[in-house]
């Protein structure tokens, strides 16, 4: 007879205790994200196209006929916002383009946010609707949870910990062992067996897993818990916002985020500057505000690209804030000028940001699905599809090899000083996403309680 090493050498990889340990690891992975990996994928998907399907669904608001003379002054424009509701516009957003209509947010006495748009040849007002009220915010808000409280922001940065789980195991079930022979490249079978859906389910995965990886890490510097502290990390050091283009400028507590609703992830909790110019003159008279119209020409004579966001000053010591994030991160730009003598306060681009600063902000870009234009949206469309295909294969292939009337758990590694080591490397990454490593602190004793614990009793019966 053989001996017990040879036996193990030869023994299906399937009943090795690494392996059973892996697996099911694996198994608590896709029972937990696969839901949520549908949701990301369906609505990342949408979100691709939300330029294109906004311009579509908003076509009456946001595009105009393209007259043969100069667009109105922005003062004019405000003010036939402020004769057609009567409330205090708090930003604009400049056309990109002469065929593109002029968005002015008001703040209302009822302390909600509207987006009127403007014709910027005629001064007619198109109509409005609710800050943030298009389709596709809603898609965003929903892709992240935030649509339903920040409890579920939170599952939102599990599921994508659990993501990067889900990838590393079904990497190394997938690896290819001893003399297997098809199944690792290519799928055996029909869709009537379960050995298709497995192949099938790993094939995909192996093609796709990088970008499930890169998108779900790049996904949490949107995250409640994790993402909040990185920001932090990268204001607080030269890898990120870089301190130097803020010296000797006066700071005030509200952040950019705040004045612009989106901005930037490098910049969004930076500090808005004030403005001081002319506040202590000679004669004690009141600074006169050099007005909107004068801020938009020197915004212009900065060389800002059209299309670019203006918060106007909120205040006193408020400043005029131009900030703009197109698809070419070379054009990121935010300005902000004193509201009193015109000059800038902070002017920087993409090129200013630290080294971390600047991988975040083209991960931000490629994740968005704006860095490579059209390429960029259809690579990340086919994972997204990819995506909920390996859900459903995952899930078909559970109920085919699922006892009637279990869960199916995969069984526990006989040596179980193999589930230990992977726990352990599991547990590095609990420390890099704290959040996610409690809740694997959750599902292990869950299945302590509940599987591992009863299996061990039934079986010393």
């Given at each position: 007879m053989p001996n017990a090493s040879a036996h193990a050498k030869n023994a299906p990889k399937g009943t090795?205790?690494?392996?059973?340990?892996?697996?099911?690891?694996?198994?608590?992975?896709?029972?937990?994200?696969?839901?949520?990996?549908?949701?990301l994928a369906v609505t990342g998907a949408a979100y691709l196209f939300r330029d294109e399907i906004d311009d579509w669904v908003y076509s009456d608001l946001k595009f105009v006929n393209v007259l043969n003379v100069p667009p109105l002054p922005i003062s004019t424009q405000v003010d036939a916002v402020r004769y057609f509701v009567g409330d205090k516009p708090v930003k604009?957003?400049?056309?990109?383009?002469?065929?593109?209509?002029?968005?002015?947010?008001?703040?209302?006495?009822?302390?909600?946010?509207?987006?009127?748009y403007v014709d910027p040849y005629t001064g007619l007002v198109q109509g409005s609707m609710p800050d943030r009220g298009t389709i596709m915010w809603l898609v965003r808000r929903i892709h992240s949870l935030a649509e339903f409280g920040t409890i579920a922001n939170y599952v939102i940065e599990i599921a994508a910990g659990w993501s990067i789980l889900l990838v590393a195991t079904g990497t190394y079930l997938w690896w290819p062992r001893g003399d297997q022979t098809g199944g690792?490249?290519?799928?055996?079978?029909?869709?009537?067996?379960?050995?298709?859906?497995r192949d099938a389910h790993a094939?995909?995965?192996?093609?796709?897993?990088?970008?499930?990886?890169?998108?779900?890490?790049?996904?949490?510097?949107?995250?409640?818990?994790w993402g909040k502290y990185a920001n932090e990390f990268a204001n607080g050091t030269p890898s990120g916002y870089p301190s130097g283009v803020r010296v000797d400028v006066p700071l005030s507590t509200v952040p950019m985020i705040e004045a612009f609703g989106e901005t930037g992830w490098t910049t969004e909790n930076t500090p808005i500057p004030m403005s001081i110019d002319g506040m202590t003159n000679a004669g004690g008279d009141k600074p006169t505000p050099i007005g909107i119209d004068a801020a938009v020409a020197k915004f212009k004579e900065l060389g800002i690209a059209p299309g670019y966001a203006i918060s106007l000053p909120g205040g006193e010591t408020g400043v005029y804030s131009a900030s703009i994030y197109p698809d070419d991160l070379s054009q990121q730009r935010v300005i902000h000028l004193d509201q009193y003598s015109g000059r800038p306060l902070i002017d920087m681009g993409y090129q200013d940001y630290g080294i971390f600063g600047r991988i975040m902000e083209w991960s931000i870009n490629v994740h968005l699905g704006q860095e490579y234009g059209v390429i960029n949206q259809i690579v990340l469309m086919i994972v997204c599809a990819a995506i909920v295909f390996m859900a459903v294969s995952g899930?078909?292939?559970?109920?085919?090899?699922?006892?009637?009337g279990s869960l199916g758990v995969p069984p526990l590694p006989r040596r179980t000083k193999s589930l230990v080591g992977v726990t352990a490397i599991l547990a590095i990454g609990g420390i890099i996403y704290p959040v996610?490593?409690?809740?694997?602190?959750?599902?292990?004793?869950?299945?302590?309680?509940?599987?591992?614990?009863?299996?061990?009793?039934?079986?010393?019966?």
């Open positions: 090795s205790s690494l392996y059973r340990a892996v697996w099911r690891w694996h198994f608590y992975a896709g029972l937990f994200v696969l839901p949520f990996m549908i949701l604009i957003i400049t056309p990109a383009s002469p065929d593109r209509s002029t968005e002015i947010v008001i703040a209302t006495s009822g302390g909600d946010r509207r987006s009127v690792a490249l290519t799928v055996r079978d029909t869709p009537a067996r379960r050995r298709w859906w094939v995909t995965g192996i093609f796709v897993g990088f970008f499930i990886v890169f998108l779900a890490a790049t996904g949490m510097f949107w995250s409640v818990f899930g078909v292939m559970w109920w085919k090899r699922r006892p009637a996610v490593g409690a809740s694997m602190l959750v599902i292990w004793l869950l299945d302590w309680l509940f599987v591992a614990r009863p299996a061990r009793a039934f079986r010393t019966a």
